[in-house]
């Protein structure tokens, strides 16, 4: 396993956005690994963030109080766009639970594999 400094994730998600669809209403991160990439993501497309018991239980987590005039979407039933992000993959099967339980709930309306890489 190859370990990376924070600076490190914040300089290729920076390089990446332009790879994200910029039609984003929530970030979920994948606990533990993924709340990191999730709120920067979340940060720099001025959206909701939430965790994936959030997502599945429809709430998001609460932005400060100077961001609660913003345009982020924190009712999720106006969810359209859901993007979920874990930074680690060994096997996959973290991201094929997290997938099929999303799918159980119902919220599964698009789907669309894509990787940033480094």
Do not use: Y
Not at 26 to 44: D, E, F, K, T
Request: hydrophobic share 40%.
């Amino acid at each position: 396993m190859n370990f990376r400094s924070l600076e490190d994730l914040a300089q290729t998600l920076r390089r990446n956005l332009h790879r994200i669809p910029h039609d984003i209403d929530v970030v979920v991160g994948v606990p533990r690994s993924g709340m990191i990439p999730a709120s920067m993501l979340a940060l720099h497309r001025n959206v909701a963030l939430t965790d994936v018991d959030g997502l599945l239980e429809g709430r998001a987590l609460q932005p400060g109080i100077r961001r609660r005039k913003d345009r982020i979407r924190r009712e999720p039933e106006t969810w359209q766009n859901v993007l979920v992000i874990d930074d680690s993959v060994g096997t996959g099967g973290t991201l094929a639970e997290v997938r099929a339980r999303i799918a159980a709930a119902g919220r599964d309306r698009r789907r669309t594999d894509r990787g940033m890489g480094a």
